[in-house]
């Protein structure tokens, strides 16, 4: 007996034996899910040891010049056209003149190719338009983002057949038809296959014509777009009972493209998503019959239906609501330095409080980190990856983020952004939070099931393979296709257990970095230590745990959180580098990475904590965590630093803030601005009369310690913050309702 047969015999096949007890069974659901798009950069860094040389060759996300041009002309003449307050309080919709103007101008098509009359913009472009208008109004910007994610244009381009592009992608460009898509039933909520909306395959007669087609009836809620769409994505449970297309009766979940006029649909009713004023609203259809030709893709995609939804998604997530959170961050990181500058208390600017520079530093922090992974990821997505898993990271953690910011500038503003009124310019955004959290998959479930779930086996360099080969229903192909990827696979982690025990023993000295990025070498090294780790407890974990991994939700999302912080702070590199590494940058650089290390090692110290095996927890912790390599979060000094650039003019706070907020033509963010302008110069000026012991200018003037044109310039900036610091109030009667 040869070595090869020996090793199967007596050491793959009972591995082979063992693992399919062990494996996790996957539901069609769950299998679909996970093969759909595919893997970039979150492959490398769960490979333990990332290739910063692939990761550096990466393009930046970069802006055409028709891009640009859009930019600077149709969509600055949309922001120009918003009147939120009057949006979200007086008409609970877009103004007749803004819908004409999206539906003129294409922005409804930003991603149908030219051929059928769209903008055929890249991913970037996109994820820029939505940034902008988002921080402008959040209803207008969600009104643009559903027909370019998730919805029947992606479907189609993806999916559909000929004929269907050629019929629906220029009516969908032009405006002429509005979509939207309907997945979300009352009864089933995150879990599609409980979904109870239903498809029969049956023959009707109709304009005396007998017709093949399908019976569909339906009851969707949540559905962005739904009171006004005029054709309807439809995600259902497709039968055929009859057997009229071929021989199984019950043929899955499919999409099919209703247009909302058809007999039997109920459409328009509204709901009111946390005060937020975008279309949305349930729909219904009764015995509503279409024919076979409505399937996106026909026929031959009938039960495909949940795979061309997540491959929808796989690019949409990572676009539509990390740009609106991405432009939030960094708004609120605008506003908040800018009002912590001119708002005084107790005879200083209250961003001269140690608290406030605490939230001020986070919320710079954030703001450079969510854009820097958001232009990242609109590089990938450029390069023609849809990668699902950095989408899920990006969705989740972006919001997450933007939570965080929104929630930090309410505290900073205090009264100016409790009361409302068309001067209160974070009450909008603070009122959508929950939108984000919970839309395209909720936090929670993208957190605690699909990052790592979805991720652990998509993104493993074996791992999928593996479960192919003990899926297999041929039982001999299974163990030759399984005994030819495990020894690879013990190969892969005993490597990289040694790769993460020394550098964690050594503390990165010796870790990979890329060559050329300056001060930042080595928090390249803490990321591949931090990989090296994170590959090891992935490992350990599936090992231990196999199918019970799905049950242990809390030990899956920690995981997950330390593969999203290693894809954060990749991207955050890949800015700082691409950006010229700007040394008064380097304090949101230090805030992030130490951030972020510091939470990678919180999620690895809970995981071996709670591990499984008590005893092998305790052999983890002492391999890749020792005590004396471990990190502290940043420093006080840190963060006061982060929170300087917010609070004083400054390329560095125009690299960070600058470019969201010069569309935006709202009164109230304006006179903000003129306020900071007029105290940043006004400030030499009352340092030099308070240290001459003299409290208010005007004595000062009337003593003649100033003159004139000085007195002028210290008048202008206190008018422009008592303007600033006002807030909204209303007539007795404003609120009557007749």
Not at 294 to 317: K, P, Y
Not at 430 to 437: D, F, K, N, Q, S
Not at 486 to 511: E, M, N
Not at 656 to 674: F, N, Y
Request: aromatic share 8%; proline share 5%.
């Amino acid at each position: 007996m040869d070595w090869k047969h020996w090793r199967r015999r007596w050491l793959s096949d009972p591995l082979f034996r063992m693992a399919q007890k062990a494996m996790p069974r996957l539901s069609v659901t769950e299998q679909e899910a996970i093969q759909a798009g595919d893997v970039w950069w979150d492959a490398e860094l769960f490979s333990g040891c990332p290739d910063w040389q692939r990761f550096m060759a990466i393009p930046p996300a970069r802006l055409s010049d028709e891009e640009q041009s859009f930019i600077e002309g149709p969509v600055a003449q949309l922001c120009a056209m918003i009147d939120d307050w009057d949006i979200s309080w007086n008409r609970y919709d877009l103004p007749p003149d803004v819908w004409s103007f999206l539906k003129e101008h294409g922005f409804f098509g930003m991603i149908i190719p030219k051929q059928y009359g769209g903008l055929g913009f890249s991913a970037y472009a996109h994820s820029e338009v939505v940034r902008r208008i988002s921080v402008q109004s959040v209803t207008v910007a969600v009104t643009v983002m559903v027909p370019n994610s998730l919805g029947p244009g992606e479907l189609l381009l993806q999916f559909g057949t000929r004929a269907q592009r050629d019929y629906w992608l220029p009516r969908l460009a032009s405006g002429q038809e509005i979509p939207c898509f309907g997945l979300t039933s009352a009864e089933a909520g995150s879990d599609a296959a409980a979904m109870t909306d239903t498809g029969i395959i049956c023959r009707r007669e109709v304009d005396g014509v007998e017709q093949l087609g399908i019976l569909l009836n339906w009851r969707k809620r949540y559905i962005t777009l739904s009171p006004v769409a005029t054709v309807l994505g439809l995600a259902f449970k497709l039968y055929d009972p009859d057997h009229l297309v071929g021989k199984r009766t019950d043929l899955g979940i499919s999409v099919a493209l209703v247009p909302t006029s058809l007999p039997g649909i109920s459409i328009g009713r509204r709901h009111l998503p946390a005060m937020q004023a975008f279309q949305n609203g349930p729909n219904e259809g009764h015995d509503v019959f279409v024919p076979l030709d409505a399937l996106i893709g026909g026929i031959e995609r009938a039960g495909q239906g949940w795979v061309m939804l997540m491959s929808a998604l796989a690019a949409g997530r990572g676009i539509s609501l990390p740009s609106l959170a991405a432009a939030a961050c960094v708004f609120s990181a605008h506003t908040a330095g800018a009002y912590a500058r001119v708002r005084r208390q107790f005879g200083v600017p209250i961003g001269k409080f140690e608290g406030i520079q605490e939230k001020l530093g986070r919320m710079a922090a954030n703001a450079y980190l969510v854009d820097a992974a958001r232009r990242f990821t609109c590089a990938g997505l450029d390069m023609g990856h849809k990668p699902s898993v950095v989408s899920a990271i990006m969705k989740l953690h972006a919001t997450e983020r933007m939570r965080q910011s929104v929630n930090d500038a309410m505290d900073i503003h205090a009264g100016k952004a409790v009361i409302d009124g068309p001067a209160n310019y974070l009450g909008g955004l603070y009122r959508a939070l929950p939108v984000g959290i919970t839309v395209e998959g909720a936090n929670i479930v993208t957190r605690n099931l699909i990052v790592f779930g979805q991720g652990a086996i998509r993104a493993h360099p074996y791992l999928m393979t593996e479960l192919r080969a003990l899926a297999d229903p041929d039982r001999e192909a299974g163990q030759d296709a399984f005994d030819s990827i495990i020894w690879k696979h013990v190969g892969h982690s005993t490597k990289t257990l040694l790769r993460a025990l020394g550098h964690a023993w050594t503390g990165a000295l010796f870790a990979r970095a890329p060559r050329n990025v300056g001060r930042s070498a080595a928090f390249y090294r803490r990321i591949t230590r931090y990989a090296a780790a994170f590959a090891v407890l992935s490992e350990m974990t599936v090992l231990t745990l196999g199918g019970s991994l799905k049950r242990r939700e809390m030990l899956s999302a920690r995981l997950g959180d330390i593969l999203a912080e290693l894809y954060l702070l990749s991207a955050m590199l890949k800015r700082w580098h691409e950006e010229g590494q700007h040394e008064p940058d380097l304090p949101l650089v230090k805030v992030c990475a130490f951030q972020g290390f510091s939470t990678i090692e919180k999620r690895i110290d809970d995981i071996v904590h709670n591990f499984p095996v008590r005893w092998l927890g305790r052999v983890l912790r002492l391999l890749i965590l020792p005590g004396f390599t471990r990190v502290r979060p940043p420093t006080d000094a840190a963060l006061a630093a982060g929170a300087q650039i917010l609070l004083e003019p400054s390329e560095a706070r125009e690299r960070l803030v600058g470019a969201v907020w010069s569309h935006c033509t709202g009164k109230a963010v304006e006179e903000l601005e003129l306020a900071f302008d007029r105290v940043v110069k006004a400030q030499p000026l009352m340092d030099s009369i308070r240290q001459s012991g003299v409290k208010d200018w005007r004595v000062a003037h009337a003593k003649g310690a100033i003159s004139d044109s000085q007195a002028q310039v210290l008048e202008e900036a206190e008018q422009a913050v008592t303007q600033v610091i006002q807030v909204d109030d209303f007539a007795p009667d404003a609120f009557a309702r007749t």
